[in-house]
């Protein structure tokens, strides 16, 4: 009669027994990187691109006294539909950057030559932190840091309303990922710019303000 033991070994015959002593799949730790590109912007463009790319392919089977007309109606619709995509959902709107040494994060000390952008859309803003090279020894070179961020936080939450002042689960979408943020430990330049946009009184309103005018653009540019 099989024992305990040798069911479990008999359990361990299958498809994850290969060079493991368990019977099931290998565990890995969590892995964290930096988002680095908007892959809402680039992936509009993407769109588009291909949406030009298979015109291109079509165009020989018009008639040849139609090709002209056809391919400036095309392409002129095509740019509209992108200029209306990429101005509603890109951030480029309002663009600011500069080369500095700051702070990096909690729990490390010294500071980094980084290169800190903000550019700024109807629905959110974008914060770039990077340095160059992208890995940064902290701790006499015991810890490396890859240091190349791209972090968006919006305020396009469901009415486009501000919420309640503060961090709580009434407060705008902006305040909750800023909380998120700090949470999570990002660093501080973002940490510090973004706070520039959680505050709304005392004659500082930015993310009221930047809300309000995103508000209202993107009405215009859909009708």
């Given amino acids: 009669m ?4 040798d ?33 809402l912007e680039w992936g509009l463009v993407y769109v588009v691109l291909i949406l030009v790319v ?16 056809t391919s ?29 040494k700051t702070p990096y994060r909690a729990g ?6 980084a290169s800190i952008a903000v550019k700024i859309g109807l629905r959110s803003v974008n914060i770039t932190l990077k ?8 701790e006499h070179g015991r810890v490396n840091e890859t240091v190349d961020y791209n972090e968006r936080l919006s305020w396009d939450n469901e009415g486009w309303t501000v919420g309640r002042s503060g961090f709580g689960p009434n407060a705008g979408r902006f305040n909750q990922e800023f909380r998120e943020h700090q949470r999570k430990g990002s660093p501080y330049p973002i940490l510090w710019i973004a706070e520039y946009f959680t505050f709304d009184g005392e004659g500082i309103r930015w993310g009221r303000h930047y809300l309000q005018a995103g508000y209202f653009t993107h009405v215009m540019l859909w009708y």
């Fill in 131 to 138: 340095t160059d090279p992208t890995v940064v020894k902290f």
């Fill in 7 to 39: 069911f479990w070994i008999y359990r361990a015959k299958g498809l994850y027994d290969g060079w493991r002593h368990v019977p099931f799949s290998t565990q890995y730790p969590e892995l964290k990187t930096a988002v680095t590109k908007d892959v």
């Fill in 72 to 100: 400036i109606r095309i392409f002129v619709g095509l740019f509209v539909v992108a200029t209306i995509l990429l101005s509603n959902f890109g951030q480029e709107w309002e663009v600011s950057r500069l080369t500095t």
């Fill in 108 to 113: 490390l000390k010294g500071e980094i030559k």
């Fill in 2 to 5: 099989a024992n305990e033991g």
């Fill in 54 to 69: 298979s015109f291109v392919f079509v165009l020989p089977g018009f008639r040849k006294s139609e090709r002209i007309t």
